[in-house]
């Protein structure tokens, strides 16, 4: 039988420590929604969305007050927009209207974020792939819930060096044409290394082409529980420390476990994994730089953090693993900048640089996340910056994200409010020395030595 | 049949337990254990119920209860039991 202490160990997590369920997030196969007419695609992927996902938040909702665990977001990701609707568009403008289609279908069963306007190009783009890239800046400027993700590169493949390059471009353009409105389209615009399948967080979620038709994944999070966990631990060895924090991810992983085989018992959708991400967001006491300084740093960045990561994040992995059937997505700590009050201030107190949040992606998922650059940034200095990261990620067999803000009209100094769950974000200073000539380079990066396993 | 687990947490005052109390009974939920103390003059309790008989959800009550709880001044919270099961127990 359970006692109070328990009972009271998990209802303090959830009231006081921030213990939540991150996301459950649907993916739907679009696959069957292939039409070379225009119109029809819209049409299939309206009702199929609209159908499929018709259940989702109020299932959300009724779990969240059955076992009084809150779940913040309620998600859907779906097939790489490239692949369904390459047949039938012929221009950019063409995939825009797709992208209202999903932004359409979002705000009807109430999520508030769908993600999968995405292509997969890490050994060479087609001509849809192309034109979906194109489309990014309109597409992120005229919806309001539609994320977008592309895959750059893989240890498999090496680099598409074109791609990074244009990507450059576009995320530059997606500033522009989101400029009212905090440069937000490149909020939900994220290019990946080696990007998984089954990821449930935004603004990276697609619903992959080895998926079933549909699927759950869950998202959990608690970074306050394990700094909690930890203050109890305050000046003990790395042992405690390590123990500590694997019981704690143990137990944050095992309410999205629960979670999850409800949401697909109840939606009659099978269950896919648990994504063990240590996720943080602006609330105070929710901070993955909060448990590094508990950990022993004055403040993130300060030297010691790639170290004192590394360890958060294999403990994270190893306490989660055993808590779940299957385990899958990103799973890491994430180390977003505007989302995390504890980077916030690390980065308005110098102690954080750029090239600091780099090295700490080499130990952790999942990248450059959210960071919010002079807006004066050259283009091929955001493809410079996106080939560094996907080069960690190509080489080190793991997932890589770059999120860039480049903040049109604002420089080191400013600061910008996104609001909600994205948070706000110090303008961060870029090294200004060119790689033009590198980017301009045309073809790919050969994947590496050691990923020749056969 | 899975319990539901009803946890009252607040500043002690007369009439908590009965308060609760009829309302369980009012909703065909039988008790089936409940432990409590005060530790600072703060009031802590847990019930153990069967709410099958019930014609309300967990979900309704839970919603339920917590006006009940906003009504006295403390916080109730009646969640399924599994949330625990899965966190304390391998």
Known sequence: ?454 | MKKTIITVVGKDTVGIIAKVCNYLADNQVNIEDISQTIVQGYFNMIIVADISESPKSNAEMAKELEKVGEEIGVVIRCQHEDIFNMMHRI
């Open chain 1, 1 to 454: 039988m359970i006692n109070l202490f328990e009972v009271k160990e998990t209802n303090e997590m959830i009231t006081k420590e921030n213990l939540d369920v991150r996301t459950i997030t649907l993916g739907i196969s679009l696959m069957d929604c292939i039409d070379s007419n225009l119109d029809k695609v819209n049409r299939k992927i309206y009702d199929k969305i609209t159908t499929m996902a018709r259940n989702l938040v109020a299932t959300g909702e009724e779990i969240e007050a059955e076992y009084g665990v809150p779940i913040v977001n309620k998600r859907i990701s779906v097939t790489p927009i490239a692949l369904v609707g390459g047949s039938a568009c012929k221009t950019p403008e063409d995939f825009v209207t797709i992208a209202e289609t999903l932004d359409r279908a979002a705000k009807e069963v109430g999520v508030n974020f769908l993600g999968g306007y995405s292509a997969l190009v890490s050994k060479g783009m087609t001509k849809a792939d192309e034109l979906l890239i194109r489309s990014i800046p309109q597409a992120m400027a005229r919806t309001e819930r539609v994320c977008s993700s592309i895959n750059l590169g893989s240890t498999k493949t090496g680099i598409n060096m074109d791609a990074v390059k244009l990507m450059g471009e576009i995320i530059k353009a997606t500033a522009e044409a989101t400029r009212e409105n905090s440069c937000m389209g490149c909020a939900k615009l994220v290019v990946f290394c080696n990007a998984p399948d089954d990821n449930p967080f935004m603004a990276g979620a697609f619903h992959g082409v080895t998926e079933a038709d549909a699927i759950i994944n869950v998202g959990v999070s608690g970074p306050g529980v394990v700094k909690c966990a930890l203050e109890k631990v305050r000046g003990a060895d790395f042992e405690v420390l390590c123990e500590t924090i694997k019981k704690t991810a143990f137990k944050i992983t095992r309410v999205g476990q629960l979670v999850a085989q409800e949401a697909s018992r109840r939606m009659g959708v099978p269950f896919g994994i648990i994504d063990l991400s240590l996720a943080p967001t602006p609330a105070i006491g929710d901070s993955v730089a909060e448990i590094l300084e508990e950990i022993g740093l004055e403040s993130a960045g300060a030297p010691g953090t790639t170290a004192a990561l590394a360890m958060l994040n294999d403990q994270v992995k190893k306490g989660g693993v055993m808590a779940s059937s299957y385990v899958g997505g990103l799973s890491g700590a994430f180390i977003p900048v505007s989302e995390d009050q504890g980077m916030i201030d690390a980065v308005n107190e110098g102690a954080l640089t750029l090239e600091k949040l780099e090295a700490m992606t080499c130990v952790c998922s999942v990248g450059l996340d959210m960071i919010a650059i002079p807006g004066d940034t050259k283009a091929s200095t955001i493809s410079g910056i996106i080939a560094d990261e996907m080069a960690i990620g190509m080489v080190n067999q793991k997932t890589t994200a770059v999120r860039l803000i480049p903040v049109i009209g604002k420089g080191v100094g400013d600061t910008v409010e996104f609001g909600g769950l994205l948070g706000y974000a110090p303008v961060m200073p870029v090294n200004g020395f060119s790689c033009e000539a590198f980017v301009n380079r045309k073809g790919r990066i050969p994947a590496p030595i050691h990923s020749f396993k056969n």
